[in-house]
């Protein structure tokens, strides 16, 4: 099915192709102050004052403001580096940046307005550094934190010395073990955290924050185009916000320790591990998914939980064979760790999404009983609607086509992957496939422009474009600049867009050039 001129693909390749969309309003482009797109902010870069800017770390941003009243609009322009997540009065309200690079830092522009209230109101943000442990997609300059308000009266919230900030020495990271799975392992570390050492509640308005720091000042923010140093060079995010949608493990395949049942599945019963014990639970999501698990736990000072992630069980030859099937079989995987600290209600959630379809928690408690109160994860991925549809009295073939947009979605989210558990990269062979289905499917074409512009802003002197982009570690395959090439020619008979296109044939003809000089030497 396809309403437009989108070039004719095989029915097996469709079939490469999840469920819900949630996602977060964001302002029309009219009510952005234009300003901020050719002239220096006047928020400046923030960092912890006495960290070294290179080095893993996770830090914590709060400011307080005043309100006479609630505004009808509140917009404000946010980003990080590495990564950040924002809260206003206790909320989570925007996650980013989207991924790119330096000379092309993305920043988001939401409106807080609805999460605002009379009186006191705080701005809070976790941001992290994964330091040398960073995934190969990401790319980086120093940590900080940049948050400018939009007009007069939202600059109030600007980042400046007005704003404190802590280091949380909770986290440690987990380095994934590549010898374990014996595959190349590149999404970043898993989260060690200490809860006594954790600062619950930091994001809300009643924290005591008077022992928190006054920031480090970077320099002001600057919009591409502007100065000639080395500092991130500002863009406008060009996609929307990644859908978030709660769900819940469908099974417990294996339980020692302790019998949860179904209530304790669905969210409608708690979990008791008694003191002095261990418990292990093998939760089966029913499908691979990409989400956030969040566990929130009460009491059970010193219990320790380990989570491992994985798509598949191993088999004493460690072969994963049916997915389904879990006997005599072992999980081996990426990992987190959380010990619960003497706070009555603490959550572990891992600052970057994880994949799996099995998880497998090992809980041990010291000389007190661990309650777990809630256990979900938060599925996010890029909010593509499935607008076509497929029919066949084949029910297996129907099956096919679920299961092939089940995989585009896990594998669409700030960029394209290759796949979500190992690598997240997002490779021009593999982008082009899916930018095809996407077109077809959804209708929705901003990742492919994302991707096509990625790819053109990787290309390097000599004409080529990088095999994968975003990409801290170069890498060139020669023909996946030719299918580069590929898909801006797709875009081209999807759209009629030449204000787009146009700027792009530099780029084909010095991939040509590249081509050609080969073909030249050779004769």
């Given at each position: 099915m396809r309403k437009k001129s989108f070039p004719l693909i095989p029915v097996f390749i469709m079939i490469f192709i999840l469920t819900r969309l949630q996602c977060y309003s964001q302002p029309n482009k009219n009510e952005i102050d234009p300003f901020y797109f050719n002239n220096y902010w006047s928020a400046s870069w923030i960092t912890h004052p006495t960290s070294n800017l290179k080095d893993y770390g996770v830090y914590h941003f709060r400011k307080s403001i005043e309100l006479a009243a609630v505004p009808e609009k509140f917009i404000i322009h946010v980003t990080a580096d590495n990564r950040y997540r924002l809260f206003v009065n206790g909320i989570p309200v925007c996650f980013g940046p989207a991924w790119g690079d330096v000379k092309h830092w993305n920043y988001e522009t939401i409106d807080v307005a609805a999460f605002l209230k009379?009186?006191?109101?705080?701005?809070?943000?976790?941001?992290?550094?994964?330091?040398?442990?960073?995934?190969?997609?990401?790319?980086?300059?120093?940590?900080?934190?940049?948050?400018?308000?939009?007009?007069?009266?939202?600059?109030?919230?600007?980042?400046?010395?007005t704003w404190k900030v802590i280091k949380n020495e909770a986290y440690t990271a987990i380095p994934p073990d590549h010898s374990l799975l014996q595959s190349y392992i590149v999404v970043g570390p898993g989260d060690r955290v200490e809860g006594d050492l954790y600062p619950w509640n930091w994001q809300e308005s009643e924290y005591n924050d008077s022992g928190w720091l006054s920031p480090r000042m970077l320099g002001n923010g600057r919009p591409k185009g502007m100065g000639t140093g080395t500092e991130w060079d500002l863009v406008p995010r060009d996609i929307p916000f990644m859908e978030e949608t709660v769900q819940r493990f469908m099974s417990v395949r294996k339980a020692e320790g302790c019998i949860p049942g179904d209530l304790f599945l669905?969210?409608?019963?708690?979990?008791?591990?008694?003191?002095?014990?261990?418990?292990?639970?093998?939760?089966?999501?029913?499908?691979?998914?990409?989400?956030y698990p969040e566990i929130s736990v009460s009491g059970g000072k010193g219990s320790s939980i380990e989570l491992i992630y994985a798509e598949a069980l191993f088999d004493s030859n460690n072969v994963k064979g049916n997915r389904n099937e879990i006997e005599g079989k072992k999980i081996k995987g990426l990992s987190d760790s959380f010990i619960a600290g003497s706070g009555v209600k603490q959550m572990f959630r891992p600052l970057w999404f994880r994949t799996f379809r099995y998880v497998e928690f090992t809980i041990k408690t010291s000389d007190k009983p661990l309650t777990i109160t809630n256990l979900q994860s938060v599925f996010t991925a890029y909010p593509f609607q499935e607008k076509a549809s497929f029919a066949c009295n084949d029910p297996?073939?129907?099956?096919?086509?679920?299961?092939?947009?089940?995989?585009?979605?896990?594998?669409?989210?700030?960029t394209h992957y290759d796949c979500p558990y190992y690598e997240q990269l997002q490779y021009v062979g593999d982008t082009r496939i899916q930018c095809l289905i996407a077109g077809y499917v959804s209708g929705d074409d901003l990742l492919t422009r994302q991707a096509i512009l990625a790819f053109e802003r990787s290309r390097f002197y000599e004409g080529l474009t990088c095999s994968r982009y975003p990409s801290n570690d170069m890498q060139v395959i020669p023909p996946f600049s030719l299918y580069w090439t590929n898909m801006i020619h797709d875009y081209w008979m999807f759209r009629n867009d030449t204000a787009f296109i146009k700027p792009l044939l530099f780029g084909i003809e010095g991939v040509m050039n590249w081509y050609e000089s080969y073909l030249e030497f050779q004769s």
């Open positions: 009379p009186g006191k109101n705080l701005f809070a943000a976790v941001v992290w550094n994964f330091g040398e442990l960073l995934p190969i997609a990401q790319m980086t300059r120093a940590t900080g934190f940049l948050l400018q308000g939009n007009s007069e009266q939202e600059k109030i919230v600007n980042t400046d010395k669905n969210g409608k019963e708690n979990l008791e591990i008694p003191a002095n014990s261990t418990a292990v639970l093998l939760l089966d999501q029913g499908f691979n998914t990409v989400a297996e073939i129907s099956k096919i086509w679920e299961v092939g947009w089940r995989t585009l979605r896990l594998c669409s989210n700030e």
